[in-house]
């Protein structure tokens, strides 16, 4: 498709458009009625839907149990991070012959944002193909798995959920029949009124088989009256509120939209031959040869089918709040995310540390990977060495069995391995991203020393965590975050660093300059831009104290209670 057959003069600027133009309006399904895509107990499922179809197939079931554990839950170690979680990345391509290919390469340049899970959806004749599977993009995907999702448009999602037969159905993209066609979607984010959508829904006789807050954007598309089709994305939008970077597709339109905040990134960019692709991050624009052209602004729709992009806007939008851990942890070096380098970022950051946080000491290190850039920084800052400490280890799963002689720190020590030569008799400069519940922390001062380190100075290029995210990022609830509990001098006691410093959540602000309005820091300071109405945050994946070891006991049907939470002022800086 030639590249002029995509352009918009009106991709630049929004139009603000009512999703209810009298004009517009049709009869539409008074409820939606989807019913459970049943499918082989196995790790891999195919869908196929044809939009002009009446049936409704929806691949989206059950949760998982709460009881579920490892069989050998004695002997196994789960070897999730001590750290707050990304819940997935998304992918939108339109107008390219291997489009499904295209997707698992961008899909695998995502991976970092979700490693348990990962789909395509692609269409071809009217009809939508899905295939979704448990796993790493390489495990899901094969060449004869890609040869079944032809055409030239497809969305793609990765994950992280919880182990368990039943997280398949979890897999998205979702996608679900209706009276008027079939639709795809794929959600980076979390509503943070889903509950009462919800209760709105079933109390008018929809029926629901996830937990899934993505199911509600389903039947709010069914149930609205507003035509064209993307108007009906449109309208249901308009009543979400929280986080929501999502992709669409249809028999003949791909549509991108992001919540009027922005929470979480969506990229916009577009291939040689004309093809646009929306992306998470821009580093998977890089790996298929998409050239970044712009974010998908903040409360924007964008509709790409035949004709062009056309950009509409779904309200007009407060001041964007961006999730700044996307600068401090979740996103890879070489994106732009929010406009700004994630390297450029980090470096300052590690920088800032330095500056305001100095310490005598006789070489730096990180705690890969994400501490690597940060340490950089704070190693050319302070003058000091910069060392490769600890070696990381790639090739570990998310399990590992331990020898019935328990061996202490045993999940630290399977990922990261002490280099003795840069350690012994060192005063070592240990840089993190952050700090969660602290015991991970703990295990890898204990590792340093024990591998001969003099001291060990931890500087953690963020500020101290004291509120659960409730905008798409699974963190532990707030009477798990150790900086909601302790001081910094009781948290440098508990961890057995010789002194511990925070990045200072002012300093923060002021190194981001005119974009620090921009930015969301609710986790750091228990200010919250959209105030969550309901009393639960979702969170999904790592329940265990030093997450790295236990089990998924304290979940309540995937809802975990959001309790209340220390002042930011309360949290010293540095000690």
């Known amino acids: ?121 692609t269409v071809n004749d009217g009809v939508l193909q899905s295939i979704t599977g448990v796993g790493l993009v390489s495990e899901v995907f094969s060449e004869a798995k890609l040869d079944q999702l032809p055409g030239k448009s497809t969305i793609g999602h990765v994950r992280y959920s919880t182990a368990g037969s039943s997280m398949l159905k979890n897999v998205q993209p979702f996608v679900a029949g209706y009276r008027f066609g079939s639709v795809g979607v794929a959600h980076n984010g979390n509503l943070v009124n889903y509950k009462s959508l919800r209760q709105m829904l079933e109390e008018n006789g929809s029926i629901f088989n996830t937990s899934s807050d993505t199911e509600v954007v389903l039947h709010l598309i069914a149930i609205s009256k507003a035509r064209p089709f993307f108007l009906r994305i449109v309208d249901a939008c308009e009543q979400l509120q929280g986080a929501y970077s999502m992709v669409f597709l249809t028999e003949d339109k791909l549509v991108a939209v992001r919540d009027p905040f922005g929470f979480r990134p969506l990229v916009m960019g577009r291939r040689s031959n004309g093809a646009v692709v929306f992306a998470s991050e821009t580093c998977a624009l890089d790996l298929i040869e998409a050239t970044y052209e712009r974010e998908v602004y903040p409360g924007e ?36 995310v929010f406009g700004r380098s994630v390297y450029e970022s980090r470096r300052a950051f590690g920088e800032l540390l330095a500056t305001e946080s100095p310490v005598d000491c006789d070489v730096v290190i990180a705690v890969p990977d994400s ?67 602290g015991t991970t922390s703990s295990k890898i001062v204990r590792l340093l020393k024990e591998a001969g380190a003099k001291e060990v100075h931890m500087r ?66 228990g200010n919250y831009p959209v105030e969550p109405k309901e009393a639960k945050v979702k969170s999904i994946g790592d329940f265990v104290d030093d997450g790295l070891t236990g089990v998924i006991d304290s979940i309540d049907g995937a809802w975990v209670q959001g309790p209340r939470f220390r002042k930011a002022e309360e949290v010293g800086g540095h000690l």
């Open 301 to 336: 729709v964008l509709v790409v089918d035949k004709d062009g992009v056309q950009s509409l806007c779904l309200m007009p939008h407060p001041e964007p709040k961006q999730c700044i851990f996307e600068h401090i942890y979740f996103s890879l070096p070489n994106s732009i």
């Open 1 to 121: 498709m030639a590249s002029t057959a995509l352009h918009s003069p009106s991709l630049h600027n929004p139009t603000f458009l009512s999703p209810h133009p009298s004009s517009l309006s049709s009869k539409t399904l008074s409820k939606p009625h989807f019913s459970p895509f049943t499918s082989p107990n196995t790790n891999l499922k195919t869908t196929s839907i044809k939009s002009s179809s009446s049936s409704n197939l929806n691949p989206i079931s059950t949760f998982f149990s709460p009881k579920n554990q490892h069989p050998d839950s004695d002997n196994f170690v789960e070897l999730s991070d001590d750290k707050p979680r990304e819940e997935c990345g998304v992918v939108g391509i339109y107008g390219d012959a291997e489009a499904s290919r295209l997707c698992y390469l961008a899909l695998h340049a995502l991976q970092h944002r979700g490693q348990e899970g990962a789909g395509i959806v």
């Open 371 to 437: 501490g690597v850039v940060a340490a950089l920084g704070y190693a050319e800052k302070a003058g000091v060495p910069f060392q490769q400490g600890l070696i990381r280890s790639h090739y570990v799963g998310r399990t590992f069995i331990e020898p019935s002689q328990r061996i202490r720190d045993f999940g630290v020590k399977l990922k990261l391995a002490p280099v003795k030569a840069v350690l012994e008799g060192k005063r070592v400069v240990v840089v993190d991203d952050s700090i969660v519940r």
């Open 460 to 525: 953690i290029a963020s500020p101290p965590i004291i509120g659960s995210c409730y905008y798409g990022v699974d963190t532990p609830s707030s009477e798990e975050l150790i900086s909601n509990r302790l001081n910094v001098e009781q948290i440098k006691e508990f961890i057995g660093s010789d002194s511990l410093a925070f990045l200072n959540l002012d300093s923060l602000r002021k190194l981001l300059g005119g974009d620090s309005p921009n930015f969301c820091y609710a986790c750091f300071s």
